[in-house]
């Protein structure tokens, strides 16, 4: 999950799953990712088409949502289907938690306005009549309340209709992009009011940008709550206590037996990958570094390594970029140099910019 082909490859797995309810012609089949609604003429065929669902794949198991109050909860809303009319309603799931953008947070005041009127625009939007319609807003308005917002806030204007969605233009690719520290709405007033001022409204983009939040700056300055909990870890001693549990990092492991190097790079924590390293020394597996190392230079002897941490860098482009300039730079004895040849893939596209 998180990754860019994850929704494709899910399409492609359920439609695999959901064909033999397919076959079945249900009266209704509608499925978003991997929420499906399902119509049957009989609670028989509903069983029948639940148990399929679940018996297709060992790695899946549905959960059902019965009806409550004639009332059946799908995605977002609520539908009831009574007298062959159907009625939807906004739905909030029980463990949703309800955290919207603070009233009282550093944040534009056109963002919480368009967070919040988004937020009962949906709620009016997919409600079917007058009176659900009151009542979604009603469970909106109280969501907005919890999140500090005063309790006259609506979200529509006079008459109860809410304003047609603004169509921004795309921005010109030539206008300058002023990026600044959210102050204070005056002071993004006053800002915007000196480009206009300056006759450069055509040529310059004002952006504000949020300031750090509290919860980063915690995390950046906590001390203790990163420890090592692994027996005789091979990271720490050469480090700083908690680094085996860091993510993106270049990192070098040296023999102590022949002080040859090794240096790499992973975006998962350098504990995990140490211990991959580790495996594949401890089985003389000729398809690692290590083990291959072990094998060619010390006839499968034991070994021993130290770890030492290099760099840090979360992003994956530029933490090869570094795991590659650091292997030039040291030009490590067990490395098999691929790593260039990944880097050189990278930047291949951009070769027409320097002028060769």
């Known amino acids: 999950m998180g990754q860019r082909l994850a929704p494709v490859l899910a399409i492609a797995y359920m ?13 209704l089949y509608s499925r978003y ?17 639940f148990d399929i669902l679940n018996n297709r794949a060992d790695q899946i198991k549905f959960t059902r949502e019965r009806p409550r109050e004639n009332w059946l909860p799908f995605l977002n809303i609520q539908i ?10 906004w739905y909030r799931k029980p463990s949703c938690k309800n955290i919207l953008i603070h009233y009282r947070s550093a944040h534009p005041i056109r963002t919480k306005q368009s ?24 469970i909106a308005r109280r969501i907005a309340v919890s999140n500090g917002y005063p309790n006259r806030c609506k979200g529509s204007q006079r ?54 939040k509290l919860c980063r700056q915690l995390v950046r300055n906590r ?28 990192y070098e492991i040296r023999c102590q037996a ?3 190097e090794y240096i790499g790079e992973t975006g998962r924590p350098l504990r995990t990958r140490i211990k991959e390293h580790l495996e594949g020394l401890r089985k003389s597996r000729t398809q690692t570094p290590l083990g291959m ?41 067990i490395n098999r140099k691929e790593e260039r040849m990944t880097v050189t893939r990278d930047l291949a596209p951009f070769l027409d910019l320097c002028k060769f």
């Open 15 to 27: 439609s695999k799953i959901e064909k033999p309810i397919l076959d079945r012609r249900p009266v």
């Open 33 to 49: 990712i991997d929420d499906c609604l399902i119509i049957c003429p009989t609670q028989e065929e509903m069983d029948i088409c």
């Open 80 to 89: 009831q289907l009574a007298r062959g009319t159907v009625r939807t309603k």
């Open 115 to 138: 967070v919040i009127s988004n937020m009962f625009r949906v709620a009016s939007k997919v409600s079917s009549d007058t009176d659900l319609k009151t009542e979604s807003l009603d």
């Open 159 to 212: 008459g109860g209709h809410f304003p047609p969605r603004r169509i921004y233009e795309q921005a010109p690719v030539n206008k300058v992009t002023f990026c600044l520290p959210f102050i204070s709405d005056e002071m993004s007033r006053a800002i915007r009011a000196c480009v206009t001022r300056c006759d450069l409204k055509e040529e310059v983009m004002v952006v504000e940008i949020p300031p750090g």
């Open 223 to 250: 001390l203790y709550d990163i420890l090592c909990d692994t027996p005789d870890c091979l990271v720490c001693p050469s480090n700083r206590r908690g680094d085996c549990m860091r993510a993106g990092v270049i």
């Open 258 to 260: 022949c002080g040859a």
């Open 293 to 333: 190392h072990r094998v060619l230079c010390h006839d499968g002897n034991e070994l021993t390594i130290s770890v030492t941490v290099l760099a840090l860098e979360t992003e994956t482009t530029a933490r090869k970029a570094l795991e590659a300039c650091w292997i030039a730079a040291r030009d490590p004895q």
